[in-house]
Nanobody, 118 residues
Framework: QVQLVESGGGSVEAGGSRTLSCLAS????????MAWFRQPPGKGRERVAC???????SYAQSVEGRFTISRDNAKNTLYLQMNRLKAEDTAMYYC????????????WGQGTQVTVSS
């Protein structure tokens, strides 16, 4: 089991940027596909972005062109660069390990809140 700790959340004005980080407690971080999810208040969880072990990425249509997922295997860290933020991006953001292709996820972090004010 991999422990995941997200950080970088906070309040930001619409149009601004924010970078989230997810630190994984594993020495084989490079062997994991990783994803960012978000859950707005009162709504279901949505997969935002995914990156596999070959660094192939995929994005939800709602964030395509604004968000960038990346990883630093030497630091066991996953990132989500969020630009041109909108009020509808307000949510709890989670990172997870699993499979982008199967959309199956096993380990989850505790989440970090992002609030975008318009």
């Amino acid at each position: 089991q991999v422990q995941l700790v997200e950080s970088g959340g906070g309040s930001v004005e619409a149009g601004g940027s924010r970078t989230l980080s997810c630190l994984a407690s594993t020495n084989i971080f490079s062997a994991y596909s990783m994803a960012w999810f978000r859950q707005p208040p009162g709504k279901g969880r949505e997969r935002v972005a995914c990156i596999n072990t070959y660094n192939t990425t995929s994005y939800a249509q709602s964030v395509e062109g604004r968000f960038t997922i990346s990883r630093d295997n030497a630091k066991n860290t996953l990132y989500l660069q969020m630009n041109r933020l909108k009020a509808e991006d307000t949510a709890m953001y989670y990172c997870a390990t699993g499979s982008c292709k199967r959309n199956s996820w096993s380990d989850w972090g505790q989440g970090t809140q992002v609030t975008v004010s318009s």
